[in-house]
């Protein structure tokens, strides 16, 4: 396998994860995003609304799982700086409450960027000797001398 195949192999999947985190944060100011599963009566949630990712996990009777679209980032749990942590219920539900998480998006653009920058440093080509590559282009006869 050439090496230049290999390191692009290896920067495709940070290249990718970037690009769809900055693709879900820009489309979160549209409206909301959200990814929902659910098993034995719990429920996990994964979503994005005007700049913010939103983690929550519960216990739930009535969740349906798939994609939901829309909303705003009313009824978040309080954040400081994009970060919040804590109990949310639903006022239209019997169900528990459930364990809410807020954080910014650009949090996860940043850390990607970083680590991304990491794999493509160690990644890199060496070359043997300090500056740019030169390719030394060999000949048996000497230049002309023009007058």
Same mark, same amino acid.
């Given at each position: 396998?050439?090496?230049?195949?290999? &390191?692009?192999?290896?920067?495709?999947?940070?290249?990718?994860?970037?690009?769809?985190?900055?693709?879900?944060?820009?489309?979160?100011?549209?409206?909301?995003?959200?990814?929902?599963?659910?098993?034995?009566? &719990?429920?996990?949630?994964?979503?994005?609304?005007?700049?913010?990712?939103?983690?929550?996990?519960?216990?739930?009777?009535? %969740? %349906?799982?798939?994609?939901?679209?829309?909303?705003? =980032?009313?009824?978040?749990?309080?954040?400081?700086?994009?970060?919040?942590?804590?109990?949310?219920?639903?006022?239209?539900?019997?169900?528990?409450?459930?364990?809410?998480? %807020?954080?910014?998006?650009?949090?996860?653009?940043?850390?990607?960027?970083?680590?991304?920058?990491?794999?493509? &440093?160690?990644?890199?080509?060496?070359?043997?000797?300090?500056?740019?590559? %030169?390719? &030394?282009?060999?000949?048996?006869?000497?230049? =002309?001398?023009?007058?």
């Amino acid at each position: 396998m050439p090496s230049m195949f290999r &390191r692009w192999l290896i920067r495709s999947p940070f290249l990718l994860a970037l690009a769809f985190i900055v693709g879900v944060w820009v489309t979160s100011y549209f409206g909301g995003i959200v990814a929902i599963t659910s098993f034995r009566g &719990r429920f996990w949630a994964v979503g994005a609304v005007q700049g913010l990712g939103i983690t929550a996990a519960g216990s739930s009777s009535s %969740v %349906v799982s798939g994609f939901h679209f829309g909303g705003t =980032a009313d009824g978040l749990v309080p954040t400081i700086l994009g970060f919040g942590w804590g109990e949310e219920s639903d006022p239209f539900s019997t169900d528990p409450p459930y364990l809410e998480s %807020v954080f910014p998006l650009w949090l996860l653009t940043a850390v990607l960027t970083m680590l991304n920058w990491f794999v493509w &440093r160690k990644t890199r080509a060496r070359y043997n000797g300090r500056g740019f590559p %030169v390719e &030394r282009i060999e000949s048996s006869q000497s230049p =002309a001398k023009s007058e």
